[in-house]
């Protein structure tokens, strides 16, 4: 079965009434549906059952099985979408697991965990004896429970499962035994369940045999080339990975686990914390390494780095220490040798430990770059293209090199480059989760939400209507006039007005092209407030005790009257390069833990930070008076819509005026321009900031040009 367009038009319709709902607009003005999405069901069910069909015939065919996987994706939407939209609630339990069983399948096995979590407690009974408990306990991933005298005629079966699944994920034993004991679940639904039945059935086999596939338990042994043995004391630790991501399956096929280089691809939310564990891991593992260091570029990811692998490696012999970026000796070499060692540092920092001990390079058996197309980015990028050309030749010859990036275009001139060959893992394919693509239109009195297509901005999918009120905040002081809120030119109000009112529903960014533009918003937020608006307030939606701490951060930091301290009083908190580390950090931490709910930012969001968001309205394209690259701009969208946190992240343009005149002749570059940095194909290769020295000088108006000659002199 496909989907073809009258689906599409049937999805997006389901889609709009549940962001109608999202939104908060009232129901007397919901669009009214002509169609009944619910036709969507026999389509929907049947991809499903086909996928699952497939999997069970263990004879995959990799075009088929990848053509009805992509024809998965559009049910998993569509189950979401339709239990976002309320249009039949008795059917939410049911939905939920063909939802979860739909995304897990199609290897989305974030989003299948969030829906699946949307059950507390038993599943309600959907007339399936005891398979719809067995399905939604295999996509819970409840390794602390097993079914034990289970009812009804696959009581057995039900049983025997749950316990050697158990087994699996324990020791690794009892594989043969789980597949014969699903391969008669499903002969016996075959021969005389109900169709219902039948399709539980054969989408819990299929999950058992997604399961196993993923587990660590089989996938490490075979990537690594190290015996299960080795593995033993990390699989059995209770924090340890227990299923692989597509990324970091995609690590294991390109032998990076067995200490190959490589320039790995791999999308923002895809799991790069838990695939660099393994890559360390397995270097650790197969004795090629004693010291292994991470290089992030900003001080920020070295701290964030440092404390999840601190939490992966607690209670091992394995040491994890972050440099601080100060130029001071303020490590001692002996220290770091004679023992398994991670070290965490900025480039700017291990530039000056080499310079300072240059013996060090040659105990280094393994190097990760993290973000690292960074290399080319200003005066910054120079220090860490330097550090990069320089290690090169310091680092003994088989030493592993794996660079991380999400947005590299050039990827195999940069191996080429680095290690001497295009070995790329190529990820930038994977979705982790859908992000949803919306831009405020205010055409008439009351403006709402145009939704594109990601991939090709010129196709509308639907719109949410009446979003966008003005309404008058009265009059202040010796103000001559009232004031209103939003206006329909000021796309920084708009974007704080949708922040104020969507932040109910979860985090939000508001990212800005400038430091004092988001200073700005949050003057404009703290003017809103104080006037009385009748928006929702963040600090409703925040942990009190966090905000009283970050609250007395910032006035003993920056002073009671500044703006950053008056809105965090609000629940708002800015988060820029002129917001001290300190402030940075501490918000960084709270929005990652959810205790806060609203951040103002600029670009540093995109710099590897990440940060619990669902909303990011974007203001501006622009930082400063250059327009943001394609790459940052796909590094900064990635932070939408976390994989295990959220089924969808949303990006919202809040100017009108890039969606209103977006066919205007003097007013459609703005249009264009956004439709250029949705393309990732789009994406600025990396270059050479150090070569760029010798690029032609040209005057102004472009009309004069000096070449540079560089000569080498031998002697």
Known sequence: MRSE???????????????????????????????????????????????AAEINREELEPDAFTELRNNLLFSARFFDSYLQSKLNEALDPYLVLLGSASYYLCDLPGSASVLAKRIDGDCPDLDSDGLDDLLLWLLQADLGTFFDGAEGPF???????????????????????????????????????????????????????????NSAWKALPSYSGLPRDKWLHALQKESFIKELWPAQHLLGKADVLKGESAIVQMPTSAGKTKATELILRSAFLADRVSLAIIIAPFRALCHEIKNSLGEAFHNEPTKVDELSDALQTDFEIAELLGHQQILVVTPEKLVYVLRHAPELAAHVGLLVFDEGHQFDSGTRGITYELLLTSLRSMIPEGTQKVLIS??????????????????VVEGTTLIPTFRSVGFASWLDQLGRIEYVDSRDAEQNEFFVPRVIERFNLGRKNRERTDRFFPEKTDGQAIALYLGLKLVPNGSIAIFCGRKSTAASVCEKAIDVIERGALLALPLDFSDAQEVERLIHLHVDNLGADAPASKSAAHGIFSHHGNTPHGIRLAVEHAMRDNL???????????????????????TSVYQGMERI????FHNLIGR??????????SIL????????????????????????????????PCISNLLSIFDPIKSDDEKYTITMECKICSR
């Open 629 to 632: 690259k394609v790459r940052d």
């Open 5 to 51: 367009q009258r689906s599409q038009l049937l999805l997006g319709v389901t889609r709009s009434k549940a962001k109608m709902l999202e939104y908060g607009v009232p129901a007397e003005h919901h669009i009214k549906i002509t169609q009944d999405p619910a036709k969507l069901f026999t389509i929907s069910i049947g991809m499903l059952g086909d996928l």
């Open 155 to 213: 009581g057995g079966f039900i049983d025997g499962i749950s316990k050697w699944i158990l087994q699996f994920f324990e020791n690794g034993t009892g594989e043969d035994n789980l597949l014969d004991l699903a391969t008669k679940l499903r002969e016996a639904v075959y021969e005389f369940g109900t169709p219902r039945q039948l399709l539980f059935g054969d989408v819990i086999v299929a999950v058992l045999r997604k399961k196993l596939e």
């Open 406 to 423: 999400a947005v590299i275009s050039n990827a195999e001139a940069v191996g080429e480059w680095l290690n001497g060959e295009p070995n």
């Open 640 to 649: 939408a819509g976390r994989a295990g946190m959220h089924t969808e992240g």
């Open 653 to 684: 343009f809040a100017d009108p005026v890039i969606y209103d005149k977006r066919k205007a002749r003097n007013d459609k570059w703005r249009w264009d321009q956004v439709k250029e940095l949705l393309e990732p194909r789009n994406s600025e």
């Open 596 to 618: 806060v709910r609203f951040v103002v930012c600029t670009s540093i969001l995109a710099q590897g930070v990440n940060l619990l968001i669902r909303y990011l309205i974007v």
